[in-house]
């Protein structure tokens, strides 16, 4: 295993979380930068930045990076898009960094009101508008979290009211991804089960397919006695691998799809 230097003190935890995660699938699959830069078509030089906290990787070289550990590339991008908006939110603060004066010695003359006016005001100015900039970015990821929560909520309550409607297809996984966990409302209605998410019977779903269907599919799977891990509504590796030992428990045919026999067993399955 490889002996790591100590990650930059100033990177926020969130950040940090991610390059430990790529140190960790490095660590797992034995590789050298040069092996790293042959798999993913990243140079050595920028792998040695990425895995030292000098550079935020982008999101090609983590996906890369996912495959090749065996890891689920959709949880690895959330992670990524997080840890981007932190590392834009840390270079606007460290830009206030050079306004800090360096203390004075007990021999150092204090400057005059006079030979601090040309400067003053200049700095009052840039620090206002440093100070603005952050707040601008806070406001606008919190806005953007609210607006996910409620756009989450209004769709589930969209897809509750249309009752047996025709869904429409689900969408997948894409950069722009924010995580929810959604929650599982069983019930069940003329001799079928619902989450509560979708009452779909026929729509497909497969890998990297993300949304409410998925929600809805996780939960039966889980009910059914085959858990595929978080309810998050994204389709990834351990939604595939459970879908896979359903069909196999219900006699259907094991393609990791879920497909209108899918659901039906879905729907009628019995807990295992």
């Known amino acids: 295993m490889s002996r790591w230097k100590e990650l930059p003190a100033e990177l926020h ?4 979380q991610l390059i430990v995660r790529l140190r960790k699938l490095k660590d797992r699959g034995e590789l050298s930068t040069r092996q790293l830069a042959a798999k993913t078509g990243y140079s050595a030089r920028s792998w040695h930045r990425y895995l030292n906290g000098r550079s935020l990787p982008p999101p090609e070289a983590v996906e890369a990076m996912a495959r090749i550990g065996g890891d689920d590339p959709a949880r690895l991008l959330v992670l ?4 981007a908006e932190r590392w834009a939110e840390g270079r606007v603060v460290t830009t206030d960094a050079p306004e800090s004066a360096p203390a004075t010695s007990a021999h150092t003359p204090t400057p005059t009101p006079t030979d ?12 206002a508008a440093v100070t603005a900039a952050a707040v601008v970015t806070v406001l606008s990821v919190s806005a953007a979290l609210l607006l996910a929560v409620r756009l989450t909520e209004a769709r589930a309550q969209l897809a509750h009211d249309r009752g047996d409607a025709v869904a429409t297809a689900p969408a997948t996984v894409s950069e722009s991804l924010v995580p929810v966990i959604y929650t599982c409302r069983l019930e069940q209605r003329d001799g079928r089960w619902y989450a509560g998410l979708s009452r779909t019977t026929d729509i497909l779903l497969s890998n990297t397919q993300v949304g409410l269907e998925v929600a809805e599919a996780q939960c039966l799977l889980h009910r059914a006695g085959t858990a595929p ?3 998050d509504g994204i389709f990834g590796p351990k939604t595939r691998r459970a879908v896979e030992r359903m069909q196999k428990q219900n006699g259907l045919i094991v393609n990791g799809v879920i497909d209108p026999p899918t659901w039906q067993a879905l729907r009628k399955a019995s807990p295992k």
């Open 229 to 231: 891990g978080e309810i």
């Open 80 to 83: 990524h898009e997080i840890a």
């Open 13 to 16: 935890p969130q950040v940090r």
């Open 116 to 127: 601090q006016q040309p400067y003053g005001r200049y700095g009052r100015h840039l620090r």
